[in-house]
């Protein structure tokens, strides 16, 4: 099966940048979702990425490589309210069209 | 503004009790998942289901049934609730409009039981 792998916590300072990376058995591979999650919500939908490269949205940018099962997602500017966890999920290629989750990465954002 | 609803954001439950968890979407998806996720296990699929009476066992569905009558709702049953099953339950709903892919996700269900 599919195995997702992301750190389990960050920290970081307001208006840095912070990057936080997923990696993910590339077998089978379809796409690669992010979503955020702040504590007791249900996860909001941050991006997309199927081809290689980076997909830059607002402060938000998506990087993926599939040759290397990689992905990033890195937050420019960081704002108190980006404290979340944040969630990397792969869609595999089997048809169910459902994703397969990392346990997630709780960011927490400091003054 | 696609839209996907759970009937209860928090529920209490006993053990043994017949749980009926309800989610609609208003945008016509033919996809719809049922997820559970518990700390430190990330998300985990129960069932899904690809269209209108179809339904498919994820990956987690044992102590669970559900029922997908109409498009827009998609309904998970816990036959005899346990506490094992003290869990946040997530629905979503799928779309690929011009070849992008995109889930959606309701607010969730916290269930406890006791």
């Known amino acids: 099966g599919q195995n997702i792998d992301q750190p389990t916590e960050m920290t970081a300072t307001e208006g840095a940048i912070v990057q936080i990376n997923c990696t993910y058995q590339?077998?089978?591979?379809?796409?690669l979702f992010w979503y955020q999650q702040h504590a007791g919500e249900a996860p909001t939908f941050l991006s997309y990425?199927?081809?290689?490269g980076l997909e830059e949205k607002g402060r938000f940018s998506s990087f993926l490589s599939r040759s290397k099962g990689y992905s990033y997602l890195l937050l420019k500017e960081l704002q108190m309210k980006d404290s979340a966890s944040y969630l990397c999920?792969?869609?595999?290629?089997?048809?169910?069209?459902?994703?397969?989750f990392g346990s997630g990465t709780r960011l927490q954002v400091q003054p | 503004d696609v839209k996907v609803t759970q009937s209860s954001r928090y529920l209490v439950k006993r053990t043994g009790e017949k749980v009926f968890l309800e989610c609609v979407q208003d945008?016509?998806?033919?996809?719809m998942f049922w997820y559970r996720q518990d700390p430190g296990l990330g998300l985990r699929l129960i069932y899904f289901?690809?269209?209108?009476?179809?339904?498919e066992k994820g990956d987690i569905p044992e102590g669970y049934s559900v029922s997908r009558e109409k498009k827009e709702r998609f309904s998970l049953i816990l036959e005899s609730a346990s506490t094992n099953q003290t869990s946040m339950y997530l629905c979503?709903?799928?779309?690929?409009?011009?070849?992008?892919?995109?889930?959606?996700f309701g607010p969730g269900t916290r269930l406890l039981v006791l």
């Open positions: 945008m016509d998806h033919e996809n």
């Open positions: 999920a792969a869609l595999m290629d089997t048809g169910r069209r459902a994703l397969t």
């Open positions: 979503a709903s799928r779309t690929h409009a011009a070849g992008r892919e995109t889930q959606y």
């Open positions: 590339t077998s089978g591979f379809n796409g």
């Open positions: 289901s690809y269209d209108v009476k179809m339904k």
């Open positions: 990425n199927v081809l290689d």
